[in-house]
């Protein structure tokens, strides 16, 4: 192999892997950047073996992510595109003409016709000259523009880790649930039999015999609906974290963890400060499409003065191809041409008008999602405050529940109490105890609803 074909060959070997060796670096900085949007230190206040990888599972490989990731880029190019509004254009325009000139008579004088070729080279020069920073200006909205969809994408990966999370708290809660509903439903069974039996001895009606049955069937409704629940979560967690669905359904589907161990042991703030509603990604978004609007109108105003456009021309011109690039064929041209708009049939004073409009509805969307973030962090505060105690009452309510099922149990052994009150306070416990789980869970998902409404900055 010459000198040559191998400097060819490693030209190319380098083309072809350069995108793939740039993706591979803006990958682990994309994900850096997800990580530190959705604070992912701050998970580690649960105690879960798991929930901490499906966020970071979901942060790499999430559909709905990896769009708003594409969209965020456009606006980058938008940036680009636009800033290159602000330099001098140069354009190369080889040209080619026959030339054939009529015959003239001019007096007794008659000319001959003219049969020629035109050969020019010239390259054109283009710059509109920013005397008043109107494409400056320009640039300037495009960057906010950019920068909004940079706090929309933050604000994606945020509510994308608090959704996985609260699924998965959900998950788990329905494992337990099922489990206790399962246990409900066999003592519904068992009362169902000793109720048949009863009846059989003349010791119940048939309204018993009936009753009991219906019990047993709605138990069995209901452990299929919380079957269903926890299924069409799998799927929606499959989906968050950008897999197939198929073969998740069952509880060696997905790995996870125990519930009865999952705790929040993070503090929770009495009050937030203002400085983090004000820092609130929905909030910052608002809040740069403010300054964009404003901008668009220094812009619009802008559009009444005059352009001043600056053109030059040099290249080669020649009526012979041999002759073309000989010194004597070079031509230059440079001009400069200001131009002032006198009557647009009202378009930039509609436009002016229209861009102080969109700047009016925007402050007044700034100040409403100024109040949404406010009320929003209220709301998460008193549910957390409200919820909390609920969880402790009901924690109570066990606690009070499984004494008195003890005491039914000793009475049991001691042959005071029946079998079949034995395992009607064993139901009502394990319904306490699916009260106490619910609340639970929903304590849990509160603390998720908070990190939310703060921006992930809890």
Known sequence: MSAKSFVKLIILLTLFFMPAAQAAKTEPLKMNIRAC??????????????????????????????????????????????????????????????????????????????????????????????????????????????????????????????DVAAVYINILKLDKTIKTQQKITDIRQKIKDLTNERYKMGLASLYDVTYTDKQHTQAQIDLNDLKKDRSILLHRLSVFTGDCAAGMETEQGLKRGDFDKLEYTGRIPDCISSEIIVHRPDVMKAEAELEKAKIDVKVARKEFLPSVNIVGVAGYNSLLLKNLFN?????????????????????????????????????????????????????????????TRKDKDNSKKVLLETANFNLVKERYKAGIESYLNLIQYEENLLSLQTEKDNSKAQRLIDCITLYKAVGAKL
């Not at 206040?45 to 559909?63: G, R």
């Not at 140069?90 to 030339?99: D, E, N, V």
Request: glycine share 2%.
């Open 37 to 162: 949007n959705v604070n992912i230190n701050w998970w580690d206040n649960f105690t879960d073996p798991y929930l901490k990888e499906y966020i970071y599972l979901a942060m790499e490989k999430n559909h709905e992510l990896k769009s708003i990731t594409y969209v965020t880029e456009q606006y980058r190019q938008t940036i680009k595109t636009t800033m290159s509004k602000e330099f001098p254009s140069l354009m190369i325009s080889p040209a080619f003409a026959r030339i054939k000139t009529a015959r003239q008579q001019l007096f007794d004088v008659e000319t001959a016709t003219l049969r020629a070729n035109n050969y020019a080279i010239p390259l054109v020069a283009y710059y509109e000259a920013d005397i008043f920073l109107k494409n400056h200006d320009k640039t300037k909205a495009a960057k906010k523009e950019f920068e909004a969809y940079k706090y929309k994408e933050k604000s994606a990966d945020i509510s994308l880790a608090g």
């Open 327 to 387: 010194w004597e064929n070079i031509f230059a041209l440079i001009g400069v041409a200001a131009m002032q708009k006198l009557f647009t049939g009202g378009y930039l004073s509609a436009n002016l008008k229209k861009k102080k409009l969109v700047y009016q509805e925007l402050f007044e969307t700034y100040k409403q999602a100024d109040l949404i973030a406010i009320q929003e962090i209220n709301d998460a505060l008193c549910k957390i405050k409200f919820d």
